[in-house]
């Protein structure tokens, strides 16, 4: 029988050619290995002088269908999958002339890389499917006792070393170890495929992963790659390691915006933290959800101040307004390129402590002025259009999938249940908290006045507890800037159960509320808000943010 690990004869056929003619000669130099190659490889070889025997010339088959069929050949596999063991296997190798293979050299056709471009045609996308190169690695794989499989350039060296220490042998550790990497190699490829031909797919398609008008279709089975984007400090507390991954190509159309926080350019500043990731994604989705130019202020996952304006640095000094204090440490989010004026007012004049600014851009006189902060994390996204499609979360034993939550209500199929009807102005400021709202964690209830986040209740395990929460704060930022209380627009994230929360609203001055509707007991809310003259609008939607 033949030796186990022992290496006398290896298939070559790699797409990444990194250090592949110098892993071939040290085979062939050091232990005699005779080489089988194919296409590029082979000629890539040859020309670093590495001599080997064409596939063709070993199956005594030509390549064929432009190269869609070269090593789908028993020799090949049956030099693989034999089991050296086994007498009946290595009589019937005998039989059909079938030599043992005993390393396979192999990575994939970079599907993932071709679809990340824009304007690949499906037709391409298809031939980059590799179907000979994953047929190699898992017969290799599934003959681990028997066969090596390198499936990743790293791996060269180390085999290397193994075969010097062990005349030309591997150890089944190594065969062992370097069989998963094939595996998990071979799900995540054929997952990328998977997801991004869903992605494809007509409407009406059982297996596509969101339907015609773009809900999630929760199809039986996800396959969903991620490549590491940086190793982080530490997570969310230091003892708790960490790091950030990103979507692959195939899966960022479900996965990612147009403009992600993780593929943002950082212009300057040290690494971001595992809580800067958290709180920058929560700002940066909070600051999109406004249309016009607008700031988010965010601490601890929750907008301590917002506002929209005529113009970002306007925007960013009513938002610093609503809660400075809170203010320190915070994100800082903007949906329109920082112009110089912006970073003066919080660099300045406010003396503000910022971790992160996000923003689709910087004027170069920005950039300049920010440059000063060495360590403020600086982050463009070059844009702030669209939201991701789905998103995920862990929990023990699985995950959760959703479709991204976005408001996306027309005012238009909005009802007016209450005797009084909200004024213009009271609409503006009911639209700009509603939007708000979404990015408060629940229960949640906003406070907004001339377009401004000034009162915020969130995470109360009651829904009275966030009001009165929000209203106090909304009467202390009208007393810190000398206005009036009172005349607030009041937006919550989900339904009033009961009538106290109109009460305790009322009480600190509401005069408008928005909110979804639809608990048993609306009428009693309804009912209350014309007692007080507060008008009232259901949008039928709930936004909860656990």
């Not at 050091?30 to 020309?47: M, P, R, W």
């Not at 192999?106 to 994953?134: Q, R, S, W």
């Not at 301590?304 to 307004?321: I, K, L, N, Q």
């Not at 629940?442 to 966030?466: F, H």
């Amino acid at each position: 029988m033949a030796s186990q690990g022992k290496v006398s004869r290896a298939l070559i056929s790699v797409t990444d050619k990194t250090g592949v003619v110098e892993f071939a000669r040290a085979l062939k130099e050091e232990f005699g290995v005779e080489i089988i190659s194919t296409g590029g490889t082979a000629k890539a070889l040859v020309d670093g002088g590495v001599p080997v025997t064409p596939i063709e010339e070993y199956t005594g088959f030509p390549e064929m269908m432009d190269g869609r069929v070269k090593t789908l050949h028993p020799k090949v596999h049956g030099g693989l999958l034999a089991r050296r063991d086994s007498e009946q296997h290595m009589a019937e190798a005998a039989e059909h002339g079938i030599g043992m293979i005993d390393m396979v050299v192999v990575n994939l056709y970079e599907f993932e890389k071709t679809v990340a471009n824009p304007d690949v045609t499906f037709a391409d996308a298809i031939e980059h499917i590799d179907i000979g190169g994953p047929s190699m690695l898992r017969s290799a794989a599934k003959n681990a006792d028997a066969v090596t499989v390198v499936s990743d350039p790293a791996d060269y060296e180390t085999v290397l070393a193994e075969m010097r220490a062990n005349d030309g042998a591997t150890t089944l550790e190594t065969r062992r170890r370097l069989q998963v990497k094939v595996y998990t190699t071979t799900a995540a490829y054929d997952g990328a495929i998977s997801t991004w031909l869903a992605a494809q797919a007509e409407s009406g398609c059982a297996d596509a992963v969101l339907t015609a008008d773009g809900e999630f279709a929760a199809p039986a089975a996800m396959s969903v790659k991620l490549e590491k984007a940086q190793d982080l400090r530490y997570g969310e507390n230091p003892h708790q390691a960490a790091a950030v991954y990103r979507f692959d190509a195939a899966n960022a159309p479900l996965f990612s915006s147009e403009a992600p926080l993780v593929g943002a350019e950082q212009l300057q500043g040290k690494p971001l933290s595992y809580n800067n990731f958290l709180d920058a994604e929560a700002a940066w989705n909070a600051v999109r959800e406004l249309d016009e130019p607008g700031v988010v202020i965010l601490k601890h996952q929750n907008p301590c101040g917002s506002a929209v304006a005529a113009d970002v640095t306007e925007a960013y000094d009513r938002a610093f307004a609503c809660d400075p204090k809170s203010a320190f440490g915070g994100i800082v989010a903007v949906n329109r390129e920082v112009p110089l004026s912006l970073v003066e007012h919080f660099a300045d004049r406010d003396k503000l402590f910022v971790e992160v600014l996000i923003a689709p851009s910087f004027t170069p006189e920005a950039l300049e002025r920010l440059s000063k902060r060495a360590n403020l994390r600086v982050l463009a996204t070059g844009g702030a259009a669209g939201h991701a499609k789905l998103e995920m979360r862990t929990v023990d034993g699985g995950m959760l999938v959703q479709r991204v939550d976005t408001v996306e209500e027309d005012p238009a199929t909005f009802t007016f249940p209450t005797e009084r009807k909200p004024t213009d102005a009271e609409m503006r400021d009911l639209m700009f908290a509603w939007k708000v709202c979404k990015t408060v964690k629940s229960n949640a209830i906003l406070i907004a006045k001339n377009e401004m986040g000034i009162g915020m209740g969130p995470g109360q395990p009651n829904r009275v507890d966030s009001a009165l929460l929000a209203c106090q704060r909304a009467d202390e930022v009208c007393e810190r800037l000398g206005q009036e209380a009172g005349g607030y627009a009041c937006a919550s994230d989900a339904f009033f159960p009961f009538r106290d929360n109109v009460d305790t609203l009322a009480a600190h001055g509401v005069t408008a509320i928005i909110q979804p509707g639809g608990s048993v007991r609306d009428e009693e809310s309804i009912d209350a808000c014309n007692e007080h003259g507060i008008a009232m609008v259901f949008t039928g939607t709930r936004h909860f943010r656990h």
